[in-house]
Structure formats: C-alpha cells, structure tokens
C-alpha cells in the first residue's frame, strides 16, 4: 500500500478548494493524488451517502442537504479522503462507511486552527502520541484502504522523530508532513532548521514521506521537483501555489490563468458545484486579476453568469440541458448552485450600506482566507467589512451574546455606542453593525432580527481584532473580556 504515495506529486489538502472539480482539475492537469479538503467525522457520520444518477457521482448529504463530499469514478483510486477526528471510535465509523468510495484516507494532525486544537484535532494530536496511536491503529484494523496522517515539524527535532515513529509503528502507509510549526503562517518561509527536521524524517522514516509548505518557492513543476529534492521525500503535496494556478502539475509547462478557469468552470458545471464555491475558487485563480476583473464579478449573479464572463454560455447551457433531461428521465432533482436566499441576502444587505461601502461590499465578500480557512477580515477602502458570520441558537447557549460583549466594552472605554440596521429578505434578515464610523455587516441571511444583529456585532468584533468566528465557535480575546468584564 505504501507504493500508492511513493514518488508522486499530490494536492494538497484545502479548505473549500479541495472539492471536486479542483481535483479533477489537478489530476487532469498532472497531479497523481488529490486530497479532499479536511471533513470533520461529526458531520460525516450525519451524513447519508447517496448515488446521484444525473451527475453519476457519489455524494455525501449531511442534515440540512449540503453535500458535505461528492466523488465520482474518474478520482476513485486516486483521491485520499482528509478526516478531523478526535476520537478513535469515531475515525473507524468514518472510514467503514467511506472507504469504498476513496483510494485512501488520512488524518488531519497539522492544522493550527482554534476550532481543531479545542476539540483536540488536528495540531492539537501533536501533543498526545497515544491519541495519534489509537487513532490510527484504530483505522488501520478497521479497512484495507492505505491509512496516512499529515503533521507539522515539532519545535525539537527529537520531538518530531518520536512521533513520527509512534505513526510508523502504528502501520500507516506514508506520512505527511508540513515543513512549519503549528504557529507559523504560510507566508513565513521555512527555516533551515524545519528543512533539517524534514530531511530527518524522511531518511528515518521506512514508507514514503510526503512533504509539504513551500509554495512561498514554486512557480514551476521543476520548482515542485525541487523542493522535493531539497526536503528529500519521496512524495510532494502543493496547496497555495496550486490554488493561484493549478496546471504548476503539468510537466509541459503552465496554462494562463484565464485558460485554467475555463478549464475549472467547464468542470464546475458539469458537476453542479454551487455559485460560491465556484466563485472562491475562481477569485483564488485569478489572485494578482481581480482588481481588472473586479466589475465583472461583481456583477456575477448566478453560475451561468459566472460561465458567461469567461465565453461558456454556450456550454453552461448545453450542460444544463442535459442535467434537465436526465433529471426528468431518472425523477431525481438536483439542487440549485446560485445560493439565491443567500444572493438576495447581499443584494439586500447593500441598501443598509453608506452608496461608498455598497459599492466595495462585493469585493470584501470575496476577501482572503486565512490558511485553516477562516474568513480573513478585510477593511475595504471605504470602511466596510462584510462576512458571512453566521449567529445560532447553539452560539447563544455556549457563548456570552456579541451585542453584549461589544456593548459592555464600549462603555468600559467610554467609546461611541453602535448601531444596528437590519432589513428582511425572503422570510430572514441581514443587518449592519455602525460603529465608530465604519460598518460591519453579515451577508448571512437569519431567521429572525435579533440574531442578524448579534451576527454584525460578531463582526465588529472580528473586524477590530478582538475575536474569531470558527463556524461553530467564537472566540473572544482575554483582552477584550478582561476589558469589558472584568473589575
């Protein structure tokens, strides 16, 4: 099973980018594994697998209709499923059901990002060798399918090499590994020492090593090959170098930009890929264009605008012709990709904007992403900040209410109290928090005012730096509560 990862060049694994038509694209263009972005084993074992006979895939429901994971035959013995797991239990139920339908399956035991690290996942299995044992073992003796696991370099080189002989020992077949600490961000080169660490590994290691971490020095597939060599691992994985340009797999050299977001959203429609992630995507393909293209996708609607703006209306609608046939022929009903509650939200939301901040609203919605896929904040020219923070019952049980916390600190630094504007769109609402001359909104439709509210209060608070929004956790600053809260 090991042969399966050993001298390969892979993509890596993503949040919102590793779907389905990216790792198409990859493998298309070169790669020879792909790896879905990290799937938490809570929301997968939610899940109801389903045999889509319009798409012919495989798809993965969760509880509210998400496709949570869809794959069908052309990636089948090549994509490796990502899992978030604490649990060993757990990681074992996932893979029983999934396995068929995946080449391999890895854990996640590399990402930094706070929802991970509180439910003990990811960089937090660094710190607990006999979970990353269990885990592990657990997977190996529950399925035939290879079983990997991706870290990240330990602060000692000691460290590093005693858990990754508790991972050989636990029968995995390769090993990933990250070239940075878990508190590095990605635009951090790696050090020498970190190169070092992964030279370490790889030569103790008896299966293939995997490295990762330099897209920072890729333009090329040489530039791949060669930090391979420098690592010296059989295997390498890409992720941000992938992302901006995705034919970097080709050998024969890259495809421009705009030709490999044609070749993107010809994929997307085939496979029904909803409007925002395709949008995502596409922004992340055209990284260094969106400023010229800005207008464009500002007017982008719907997935066959999208299409249009690149010359494939013409096939977007051949596509969705088919769709339609096959629907009627086999009584199974895809979803719609155009988000409309959500696209009416926006359109909404720019009526409680000052004219300037409506104008730039779109392009903050399409803002970065931090690495472990956090909306990154972003300060628009004309002092807007729009995310799509979602407020929910199960937030307000778990967390002091944000209206609250930014009240109380407004008034224990004697600062301008805000305001909140909020307007209805198809049965929900979205609103604007005002405060201290800037706006900050949640595109999010929710089901009733209070909560629209508390979600911009929310944003105000990640917008000045004082909080974080992991989706299902927030995350105030001791600072802030100590301000707001304390004596």
């Not at 590793?18 to 493998?27: C, K």
């Not at 602060?155 to 090993?175: F, K, R, S, W």
């Not at 990762?212 to 090329?220: C, H, K, Q, R, V």
């Not at 199960?394 to 305001?419: D, N, W």
């Amino acid at each position: 099973m090991s042969a399966m990862y050993a001298n390969k060049v892979m993509l890596a694994p993503m949040v919102r980018a590793g779907t389905l038509p990216t790792r198409l694209l990859a493998l298309r263009y070169g790669a020879d594994l792909v790896y879905s972005e990290e799937l938490i084993d809570h929301r997968m074992l939610a899940c109801r697998r389903v045999e889509n006979p319009v798409l012919q895939t495989i798809d993965y429901i969760d509880g509210d209709g998400e496709v949570a994971f869809r794959t069908c035959a052309e990636e089948k013995n090549r994509v490796i499923l990502q899992i978030g797991t604490s649990d060993p239990d757990r990681a074992a139920r996932v893979a029983q059901m999934m396995a068929a339908d995946v080449a391999g399956i890895d854990v996640n035991m590399g990402c930094p990002k706070p929802f991970s690290i509180k439910g003990d996942m990811g960089a937090a299995l660094l710190r607990q060798p006999d979970r990353v044992r269990d885990i592990l073992t657990s997977l190996v003796a529950t399925t035939t399918k290879p079983i990997t696991c991706k870290i990240r370099v330990l602060p000692t080189l000691e460290e590093t090499l005693n858990l990754v002989n508790i991972i050989q020992d636990a029968g995995v077949a390769a090993l990933g590994i990250h070239g940075r600490v878990p508190n590095q961000r990605p635009r951090e080169p790696i050090t020498d020492y970190q190169y070092e660490a992964i030279r370490a590994v790889a030569k103790a290691c008896r299966i293939p090593v995997i490295c990762n971490g330099g897209s920072l020095d890729m333009d090329s597939y040489d530039d791949i090959l060669a930090f391979r060599d420098k690592c010296g691992c059989s295997s390498v994985m890409v992720a941000r170098a992938a992302q901006y340009n995705m034919s970097i797999f080709s050998p024969q050299g890259l495809k421009t930009q705009q030709e490999v977001v044609k070749d993107y959203i010809k994929i997307a429609v085939d496979y029904n890929i909803v409007l925002d992630n395709m949008k995502y995507n596409v922004i992340k393909a055209l990284h260094n264009l969106t400023t010229e293209l800005g207008p464009q996708l500002h007017a982008v609607r719907t997935s066959r605008d999208l299409a249009v703006m690149f010359d494939l209306g013409d096939y977007y609608d051949a596509v969705a012709a088919r769709h339609r046939e096959l629907e009627a022929s086999t009584g199974y009903s895809l979803r719609s990709t155009d988000n409309s509650d959500e696209r009416m939200a926006k359109e909404a939301l720019q009526s409680l904007l000052s004219p300037a901040a409506a104008s730039a609203a779109e392009a903050a919605l399409a803002a970065d992403t931090e690495e472990d896929g956090q909306p990154a904040p972003k300060q628009s020219k004309l002092d807007a900040i729009v995310m799509p923070v979602v407020y929910t019952r199960a937030k307000r049980r778990k967390y002091r209410v944000p209206k609250e916390v930014l009240m109380a600190y407004t008034q224990r630094m004697q600062l301008e109290e805000p305001s909140f504007s909020s307007t209805p769109v198809n049965k929900k609402f979205v609103a604007v928090c005002h405060w201290l001359g800037e706006q900050y909104a949640t595109s999010a439709g929710h089901g009733n005012r209070r909560y629209a509210e508390q979600a911009a209060a929310l944003v105000a608070l990640i917008g000045r730096g004082m909080a974080r929004d992991t989706g299902e956790a927030i995350e105030y600053s001791a600072q802030l509560m100590d301000t707001a809260f304390k004596a």
